[in-house]
Protein backbone atom coordinates (compact mmCIF):
# COMPACT_ATOMS: atom_id res chain seq x y z
CA UNK A 1 0.00 0.00 0.00
CA UNK A 2 1.71 3.23 -1.23
CA UNK A 3 1.96 6.48 1.09
CA UNK A 4 -1.09 8.31 -0.95
CA UNK A 5 -3.64 5.71 -0.10
CA UNK A 6 -2.54 5.36 2.98
CA UNK A 7 -3.37 9.36 3.31
CA UNK A 8 -6.40 9.26 1.83
CA UNK A 9 -8.07 6.53 3.86
CA UNK A 10 -6.66 8.82 6.47
CA UNK A 11 -9.18 11.63 5.49
CA UNK A 12 -12.07 9.07 4.40
CA UNK A 13 -11.81 7.94 8.03
CA UNK A 14 -11.64 11.59 9.32
CA UNK A 15 -14.73 12.33 7.69
CA UNK A 16 -16.50 9.16 7.75
CA UNK A 17 -17.28 9.58 11.65
CA UNK A 18 -15.94 6.35 12.86
CA UNK A 19 -13.30 6.07 15.84
CA UNK A 20 -11.34 3.41 14.83
CA UNK A 21 -10.76 1.34 11.74
CA UNK A 22 -8.01 -1.75 11.21
CA UNK A 23 -7.03 -2.85 7.81
CA UNK A 24 -4.85 -6.12 6.83
CA UNK A 25 -3.29 -6.62 3.75
CA UNK A 26 -0.86 -9.28 3.80
CA UNK A 27 2.12 -7.96 6.00
CA UNK A 28 0.72 -5.27 6.28
CA UNK A 29 -1.18 -4.17 9.19
CA UNK A 30 -3.00 -0.35 9.50
CA UNK A 31 -4.76 0.89 12.31
CA UNK A 32 -6.72 4.40 12.62
CA UNK A 33 -8.53 5.64 15.38
CA UNK A 34 -10.20 9.10 15.44
CA UNK A 35 -11.29 10.72 18.92
CA UNK A 36 -14.08 13.54 18.11
CA UNK A 37 -11.59 16.63 18.87
CA UNK A 38 -8.42 15.36 19.53
CA UNK A 39 -5.86 14.63 17.06
CA UNK A 40 -6.32 10.92 15.03
CA UNK A 41 -3.83 8.68 15.53
CA UNK A 42 -2.51 6.25 13.25
CA UNK A 43 -0.36 2.89 13.83
CA UNK A 44 1.67 1.26 10.69
CA UNK A 45 2.75 -2.39 11.24
CA UNK A 46 5.31 -4.14 9.02
CA UNK A 47 5.41 -7.83 10.01
CA UNK A 48 8.54 -9.29 9.50
CA UNK A 49 8.25 -12.39 7.49
CA UNK A 50 6.91 -15.67 9.71
CA UNK A 51 9.42 -18.81 10.50
CA UNK A 52 8.05 -21.76 8.83
CA UNK A 53 6.39 -23.92 11.35
CA UNK A 54 4.61 -27.17 9.91
CA UNK A 55 0.65 -26.45 10.50
CA UNK A 56 -1.64 -29.62 10.39
CA UNK A 57 -4.11 -29.02 7.69
CA UNK A 58 -7.87 -28.73 9.03
CA UNK A 59 -10.21 -30.70 6.74
CA UNK A 60 -13.56 -29.98 8.43
CA UNK A 61 -14.65 -26.42 8.20
CA UNK A 62 -16.52 -24.71 11.29
CA UNK A 63 -19.98 -25.43 11.65
CA UNK A 64 -22.38 -23.02 10.23
CA UNK A 65 -25.85 -22.12 10.64
CA UNK A 66 -27.90 -23.51 7.85
CA UNK A 67 -29.52 -20.85 5.59
CA UNK A 68 -32.39 -21.70 2.50
CA UNK A 69 -30.02 -18.98 0.07
CA UNK A 70 -26.81 -19.97 1.36
CA UNK A 71 -23.58 -20.53 -1.12
CA UNK A 72 -22.92 -24.30 -2.11
CA UNK A 73 -19.58 -25.68 0.50
CA UNK A 74 -16.39 -24.55 -0.91
CA UNK A 75 -14.92 -25.99 -3.89
CA UNK A 76 -11.80 -27.26 -4.84
CA UNK A 77 -9.61 -25.27 -3.79
CA UNK A 78 -7.67 -26.66 -7.35
CA UNK A 79 -10.72 -25.15 -9.49
CA UNK A 80 -9.83 -22.72 -11.85
CA UNK A 81 -11.53 -19.22 -11.16
CA UNK A 82 -9.35 -17.33 -13.50
CA UNK A 83 -12.25 -17.52 -16.27
CA UNK A 84 -14.63 -15.64 -13.81
CA UNK A 85 -15.12 -11.86 -13.16
CA UNK A 86 -15.38 -10.78 -9.79
CA UNK A 87 -17.93 -8.13 -8.32
CA UNK A 88 -15.91 -6.26 -6.31
CA UNK A 89 -17.07 -4.26 -3.19
CA UNK A 90 -16.81 -0.10 -3.95
CA UNK A 91 -16.87 0.73 -0.34
CA UNK A 92 -16.44 -0.18 2.89
CA UNK A 93 -19.78 -0.74 4.63
CA UNK A 94 -22.00 -4.06 5.49
CA UNK A 95 -23.69 -6.27 2.87
CA UNK A 96 -26.92 -7.04 2.54
CA UNK A 97 -28.04 -9.72 -0.15
CA UNK A 98 -31.49 -8.67 0.46
CA UNK A 99 -33.48 -5.77 -0.19
CA UNK A 100 -34.92 -5.77 3.26
CA UNK A 101 -35.49 -8.71 6.00
CA UNK A 102 -38.84 -9.87 4.81
CA UNK A 103 -37.97 -10.02 0.72
CA UNK A 104 -35.93 -12.54 -1.06
CA UNK A 105 -32.08 -12.34 -2.10
CA UNK A 106 -31.04 -10.35 -4.71
CA UNK A 107 -29.13 -12.67 -6.35
CA UNK A 108 -28.67 -16.56 -5.74
CA UNK A 109 -25.98 -18.83 -7.37
CA UNK A 110 -27.68 -19.83 -10.70
CA UNK A 111 -29.08 -16.66 -11.26
CA UNK A 112 -28.47 -15.12 -14.85
CA UNK A 113 -28.39 -11.57 -14.52
CA UNK A 114 -27.58 -8.47 -17.10
CA UNK A 115 -25.32 -5.23 -16.50
CA UNK A 116 -26.84 -3.18 -14.35
CA UNK A 117 -28.79 -5.30 -12.46
CA UNK A 118 -28.93 -4.68 -8.63
CA UNK A 119 -26.82 -7.97 -6.89
CA UNK A 120 -26.59 -6.47 -3.27
CA UNK A 121 -26.66 -3.59 -0.84
CA UNK A 122 -23.74 -1.67 0.97
CA UNK A 123 -24.76 -0.03 4.43
CA UNK A 124 -22.45 3.07 5.26
CA UNK A 125 -22.80 5.52 7.58
CA UNK A 126 -26.68 4.59 7.69
CA UNK A 127 -26.67 5.12 3.52
CA UNK A 128 -27.95 1.96 1.94
CA UNK A 129 -25.95 2.30 -1.77
CA UNK A 130 -26.77 -0.50 -4.28
CA UNK A 131 -24.12 -2.51 -5.94
CA UNK A 132 -24.70 -2.90 -9.36
CA UNK A 133 -23.66 -5.84 -11.99
CA UNK A 134 -21.06 -4.19 -14.31
CA UNK A 135 -21.15 -7.15 -16.54
CA UNK A 136 -24.45 -9.52 -18.05
CA UNK A 137 -23.41 -13.40 -16.99
CA UNK A 138 -24.67 -16.15 -14.46
CA UNK A 139 -23.64 -16.32 -10.49
CA UNK A 140 -21.58 -18.96 -9.84
CA UNK A 141 -20.32 -18.12 -6.06
CA UNK A 142 -21.35 -16.04 -3.94
CA UNK A 143 -18.28 -14.92 -1.27
CA UNK A 144 -19.58 -12.97 1.42
CA UNK A 145 -22.18 -13.75 3.55
CA UNK A 146 -25.44 -11.53 4.38
CA UNK A 147 -25.19 -9.17 7.08
CA UNK A 148 -21.08 -9.10 7.03
CA UNK A 149 -18.68 -6.30 6.91
CA UNK A 150 -16.61 -5.75 3.42
CA UNK A 151 -13.25 -3.73 2.88
CA UNK A 152 -12.95 -2.21 0.00
CA UNK A 153 -12.25 -4.18 -3.18
CA UNK A 154 -13.28 -6.81 -1.41
CA UNK A 155 -14.68 -9.46 -4.14
CA UNK A 156 -18.55 -10.30 -3.45
CA UNK A 157 -19.69 -12.46 -6.60
CA UNK A 158 -18.52 -14.52 -8.97
CA UNK A 159 -19.97 -13.97 -12.10
CA UNK A 160 -19.46 -16.11 -15.21
CA UNK A 161 -19.75 -13.81 -18.62
CA UNK A 162 -20.07 -16.95 -20.83
Same mark, same amino acid.
Given at each position: ?28 ? %?? %? ?87 ? %? ?7 ? /? ?7 ? %?????? /?????? /? ?11
Amino acid at each position: MELKEIQNLIKFVAKSGANEVKLEMGDVK %IT %IKTGGDKNETTTFYQQAAPVQIPVPVQTETPAAPPAADAAPPAEKASEDTSKYIEIKSPIIGTLYRKPSPDKPVFVKVGDTIEAGDTVC %IIEAMKLFN /EVESEVSGK %IVKVLV /EDSSPV /EFDQPLFLIDPS
